[in-house]
């Protein structure tokens, strides 16, 4: 399941996540930790219970291969060489835009200090070294059944782990108060996969999947922390960008335009690529009904088809 590399520097230090295959719905867990015997060991003990692992001794890997993975929870050791556990868990907290992500700390030491400063900077649990396995995976697995919970809670879109659009409405509310105090307006855009079936069609169900998931990815990474994406359904996304003027949001989405149709993809024997069109509209009267500014991003995105696709339409 995993591959084994030895980098150069001290010896093995690094057990890859690269070409990882998970097979179902099992919990991933991700595993950071440079004491490769430790690691080899909890990794074996929890696949024997069913649960998918990832297990990386290179903590600078750990942090590029986050978003590869997908955990359902983190486990850190404190101590480490090239960076501390506190690190990591500091790094990966900024990462999680819109998700929740169980962050475990594991350490040798186990002095009040370090205990405290594992809760104080986020962590949700702590765990001694060395620990009996039993009361581990206990513990794991009332972090994998918060996720779980904390997921529905949050009305992420199961697939692309984007928000929902039943979380469209709450935020619809939510920036109509805050238009009504402030008078801010805000815009908002429907993003629509260009001949999407086609890819259905010629590369398989599984492989349009990716594309939607690397694509919620790429839209998610590449808006700012207020800015909320949706998957509307199907191959449709929303975003919506607060305090956001019409010609701001325009170029932003040409941004996303020229960046995104650059990225490949690979199927079993071929590159592809794929684009989307948009239509945009700015919410000058959240008084009117959510479906009135969907009904026009969707003209305009209706104009953007039209037109050739891969392009954007006021
Ligand atoms: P256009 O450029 O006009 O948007 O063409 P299109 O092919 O993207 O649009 P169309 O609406 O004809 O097809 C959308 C396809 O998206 C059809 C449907 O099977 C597929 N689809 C919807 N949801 C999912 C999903 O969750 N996974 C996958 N793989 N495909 C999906
Ligand atoms: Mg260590
Ligand atoms: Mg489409
Ligand atoms: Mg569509």
């Given at each position: 399941?995993?591959?084994?590399?030895?980098?150069?520097?001290?010896?093995?230090?690094?057990?890859?996540?690269?070409?990882?295959?998970?097979?179902?719905?099992?919990?991933?867990?991700?595993?950071?930790?440079?004491?490769?015997?430790?690691?080899?060991?909890?990794?074996?003990?929890?696949?024997?219970?069913?649960?998918?692992?990832?297990?990386?001794?290179?903590?600078?890997?750990?942090?590029?291969?986050?978003?590869?993975?997908?955990?359902?929870?983190?486990?850190?050791?404190i101590h480490m060489n090239k960076k501390t556990g506190f690190e990591i868990l500091t790094f990966l907290k900024e990462k999680l835009k819109q998700q929740f992500v169980p962050m475990v700390m594991v350490s040798v030491d186990c002095e009040k200090e370090t205990r405290m400063k594992s809760y104080e900077m986020g962590a949700d649990d702590f765990i001694p070294k060395p620990f009996d396995m039993d009361e581990f995976i206990v513990r794991i697995r009332r972090q994998l059944e918060r996720k779980k919970l904390?997921?529905?809670?949050?009305?992420?879109?199961?697939?692309?782990?984007?928000?929902?659009?039943?979380?469209?409405?709450?935020?619809?509310?939510?920036?109509?108060?805050?238009?009504?105090?402030?008078?801010?307006?805000?815009?908002?855009?429907?993003?629509?996969?260009?001949?999407?079936?086609?890819?259905?069609?010629?590369?398989?169900?599984?492989?349009?999947?990716?594309?939607l998931k690397q694509f919620a990815h790429f839209l998610k990474t590449s808006?700012?922390?207020?800015?909320?994406?949706?998957?509307?359904?199907?191959?449709?996304?929303?975003?919506?960008?607060?305090?956001?003027?019409?010609?701001?949001?325009?170029s932003i989405l040409e941004r996303l335009k020229a960046t995104f149709s650059k990225q490949t993809f690979q199927s079993e024997d071929e590159t592809f690529s794929c684009t989307f069109s948009c239509g945009i509209v700015e919410v000058t009267k959240p008084t009117e009904p959510l479906e009135h500014w969907l009904s026009l991003a969707d003209s305009a995105l209706y104009d953007a088809k039209n037109s050739g696709r891969n392009c954007i339409k006021l």
């Open positions: 399941l995993l591959k084994l590399c030895y980098e150069n520097e001290e010896g093995p230090s690094l057990i890859s996540a690269e070409h990882y295959v998970k097979k179902g719905e099992e919990p991933t867990i991700l595993l950071i930790d440079d004491d490769l015997s430790f690691l080899m060991y909890v990794k074996e003990y929890l696949e024997q219970i069913g649960w998918y692992v990832v297990a990386i001794a290179d903590p600078m890997k750990a942090i590029v291969s986050f978003y590869d993975v997908r955990p359902d929870c983190v486990v850190i050791d904390i997921d529905e809670l949050l009305l992420l879109d199961e697939l692309t782990h984007v928000y929902n659009r039943k979380y469209l409405k709450q935020i619809y509310e939510q920036l109509k108060n805050e238009w009504l105090r402030s008078g801010e307006t805000f815009c908002l855009a429907v993003l629509d996969l260009d001949y999407f079936k086609q890819i259905n069609d010629r590369y398989g169900h599984l492989m349009g999947d990716v594309v808006t700012r922390a207020s800015d909320v994406v949706v998957r509307f359904g199907g191959e449709e996304f929303i975003i919506v960008f607060p305090k956001t003027e019409l010609d701001v949001a325009f």
